[in-house]
């Protein structure tokens, strides 16, 4: 039987299949959800907004956002079982943990055994409210507080920043993490979607095919970039120089070191998700009056620029931003699945809409066929 045509190392520009949710330009710098830009609905929509119109590819009216806001905050308190066996997990690190706890949810859901689109839905949107707190209070154990129940007047972002924190957030920090989650809600077939939709089309159930995909993003070459963006501000330090900050980035170019936070596979411009994050750290930076993370992290988007000619992707000022609301590097990679979660069960849902058992074809690169087996005693 013949196969396809040969496709590029990690199936680089294959299209895969159809899908309604996202929207990709990347040599204009396009980010679309359901047709609606990613400027557009950072700047004038919240998070829960985002993921209506990615489950239903339009936006919520006023009494439909209602509904959903009421459904989250139902669906936000972790089961108690859920917690204690997040006090009784070893120490392991944010992604391990989100793994195994988002498996343990499944156990606890009263659909779990319903595959109608009605329950697959609700699924959904449990799994949304949820991982946001898994996360947080993970976060929250892990810093030795004890968790903290979730606000039902507060919406998803906010929500996350009180049960991490124990402090209600201001209106600054609340609108700049309701950003980040909305720029790291979707983005077509990545890496964890494409997991999430290959294990959906199994006819799997939603919380497996979210496993796959959290799986999928604790690998570092598709999740942990804005981890690691931190860890090298924090080495070059709070007071780091000009000179240091150029002698430390050229030197690393110099040894051909790879600078997190910098290009993307699909982006040939700036990742439009970028623009935003930028100006949510420097407006962070300024009202806890601690620009450095910023100012430096612009100096050395300046030299990796003319160095290099990259541009920074969505991960290089989450790093400082996240850094400013008081969120420890470990959950950095966890808050992205707080986000991918509503962009993974769209892909999902809309994998098990119209399914097909994905069954791709490997080209065969080894021994000649056909080998002849010879007898052991004569090997």
């Given amino acids: 039987m013949a196969v396809a045509e040969k496709a590029k190392g990690g199936l680089e520009d294959v299209v895969a299949t159809s899908s309604a949710i996202c929207y990709l330009d990347g040599d204009a710098g396009v980010l679309a959800y359901c047709g609606y830009d990613i400027h557009d609905l950072a700047q004038n929509t919240t998070f829960e907004e985002v993921c209506y119109l990615l489950w239903h590819r339009r936006l919520p009216t006023r009494a439909e956002l209602g509904d959903l806001q009421s459904q989250l905050a139902a669906a936000r308190a972790l089961p108690e079982p859920v917690l204690r066996l997040m006090r009784s997990l070893p120490p392991v690190d944010g992604m391990d943990a989100l793994r195994t706890l988002t498996s343990a949810l499944g156990h606890y859901d009263s659909d779990a055994s319903d595959a109608s689109p009605q329950a697959q839905y609700r699924k959904a949107v449990r799994l949304t409210a949820q991982l946001g707190t898994l996360v947080a209070t993970w976060g929250r154990l892990q810093a030795g507080g004890g968790p903290i129940a979730p606000d039902p007047v507060l919406g998803q972002a906010a929500n996350f920043l009180y049960m991490l924190t124990g402090e209600r957030p201001n209106s600054t920090a609340v609108r700049a993490f309701d950003v980040a989650l909305t720029l790291h ?162 892909h999902i849902l809309e994998q098990y809409a119209n399914n097909r058992l994905i069954r791709p074809r490997a080209d065969y690169i080894g021994p000649a066929y056909p080998q002849r087996v010879v007898p052991l005693e004569q090997r």
Wanted: net charge positive; glycine share 8%; proline share 3%.
């Fill in 185 to 346: 809600a979707d983005h077509e077939l990545n890496a964890s979607t494409f997991a999430g939709r290959v294990a959906a089309a199994t006819l799997t159930d939603i919380y497996s095919a979210v496993v796959a995909a959290v799986g999928t993003l604790k690998g570092p070459l598709h999740g942990g970039a804005n981890a690691e963006v931190m860890r090298m501000l924090l080495e070059l330090g709070e007071t780091a120089t000009g000179e240091r900050i150029d002698e430390f980035i050229r030197g690393k170019l110099a040894r051909k070191e790879k600078i997190s936070g910098f290009g993307h596979r699909v982006y040939k411009t700036e990742d439009p998700r970028a623009t935003h994050l930028r100006q949510m750290s420097r407006d962070l930076g300024k009202r806890s009056g601690r620009t450095a993370w910023f100012d430096m992290s612009q100096r050395i988007e300046a030299l990796v620029k003319s160095e290099k000619k990259l541009n920074p992707n969505v991960d290089f000022y989450s790093a400082s931003m996240y850094y400013t609301l008081g969120i420890p590097i470990d959950l950095y990679t966890p808050i992205f699945a707080v986000s991918r979660i509503s962009g993974w069960t769209a």
